[in-house]
């Protein structure tokens, strides 16, 4: 029987095709600015690292569904942080990171090659990738309307965006969700940025606003790595409608996908302490608005980029013209074309660098 191979579904990691352009980068006689990944550099709070500690010493495996404690400080931060009521404490599903749970979701969720999966126009490269794991099709679009009479199985929406840092106001979220109710679908909406708004109001899908209290058939995903520096615990969860989280738990208590116990006590520290987060938020504002501004000098149109962590400028040129022009002075972004179609003339530009290092480029942009 010949050999099926899973990897020759799925593109090339993108971030290898920038080798060239980091290493010019890199050759700058004040080192590189690496401003093309959203990898968080700031320390994790004491708090949390405490937590993590607490329970180092316990030796038993722990449980899928995750702590009745942790489950109950993702509802209660959810309310705090974002208005979001009327979830039930069973479900709550902690995930092994975001990407994870992304990349992993149209599988657990029973697509295949008769099924659709609607990703944004830009969109984080996971979406598709999970919807190739899965054998499904796959089309871009964010006005659903396009789609015609076409039926989807699951549609992804990610507010604020990555890359673009576009935020969906209330009114496109309830489109989207009556649409996807007309045609059976299940909306998955990554919220991993929703903690991180700098120009305008980001809302969860759960939000009453969006969703009338009626979580069905809605999957809200939220991740610990940007807001709490969490990137290195794979600290994440979902939450929403109850049969669905009962759905995606089954599958994986029998894969073995659980969350360390060590990882599950610091996440709910986190969970519950809105002030590490809060001094996290002011550290990317001022960074954003000291970024912005010496892009915007260079040259650079910056469009969107309400939220989030990533500034989505362009020159108007190719975007891998503008990573070279950048690369000459020491910087490494990531080319829109990254993200889709559409971003073939912009260029993601990362939050996630030091004070020293954001100071850095925005004098080299300004010399």
């Not at 975001?98 to 979406?127: C, F, H, N, R, S």
């Not at 106001?169 to 909406?189: I, N, Q, Y």
């Not at 950048?326 to 912009?346: D, K, N, T, V």
Request: proline share 6%.
């Amino acid at each position: 029987m010949a050999r099926i191979s899973v990897a020759a579904r799925l593109p090339d990691f993108p971030w290898d095709s920038l080798s060239a352009a980091k290493e010019k980068a890199a050759s700058h006689p004040d080192g590189i600015v690496n401003l093309s990944v959203g990898t968080p550099v700031d320390p994790v709070a004491q708090i949390i690292q405490d937590a993590l500690v607490s329970v180092s010493d316990q030796p038993g495996y722990p449980t899928t569904i995750g702590t009745a404690a942790l489950r109950t400080a993702a509802i209660d931060a959810l309310a705090r942080r974002y208005g979001v009521t009327g979830i039930d404490v069973d479900a709550v599903l902690p995930a092994i990171g975001t990407k994870e749970m992304i990349a992993w979701l149209p599988t657990l969720l029973g697509l295949g090659k008769d099924d659709l999966v609607v990703i944004p126009e830009l969109a984080y490269p996971t979406y598709e990738v999970g919807a190739l794991l899965a054998g499904a099709r796959i089309t871009r679009a964010d006005g659903l309307n396009r789609l015609g009479p076409e039926n989807a199985s699951l549609v992804f929406v990610n507010s604020p965006s990555n890359p673009t840092g576009k935020v969906l106001p209330v009114d496109h979220l309830r489109k989207v969700v009556a649409w996807a109710r007309e045609r059976g679908a299940v909306v998955v909406s990554d919220e991993c940025y929703l903690g991180l708004t700098w120009e305008a109001e980001a809302v969860s899908i759960l939000d009453p606003r969006v969703s009338d209290g009626d979580h069905t058939d809605l999957l809200a995903v939220h991740s610990l790595s940007k807001t709490s520096n969490l990137a290195s615990y794979r600290a994440g969860f979902v939450t929403g409608d109850p049969v669905l989280v009962n759905d995606l738990l089954e599958v994986r208590k029998h894969a073995g996908m659980m969350v360390p116990l060590p990882i599950q006590a610091a996440m709910t520290v986190a969970l519950g302490d809105d002030e590490h987060e809060n001094v996290q938020r002011e550290r990317y504002r001022a960074r954003r608005t000291e970024l912005k501004s010496a892009i915007e000098k260079a040259g650079f149109t910056v469009d969107h980029s309400e939220a989030g962590l990533y500034l989505w400028a362009t020159r108007g040129e190719p975007c891998r013209d503008t990573v070279d022009w950048l690369a000459e002075r020491g910087i490494l972004a990531a080319p829109g074309e990254f993200y889709g179609p559409g971003g073939s003339q912009h260029v993601r530009i990362a939050l996630t660098a030091t004070d020293e290092r954001i100071h850095a480029a925005a004098q080299r942009l300004s010399s």
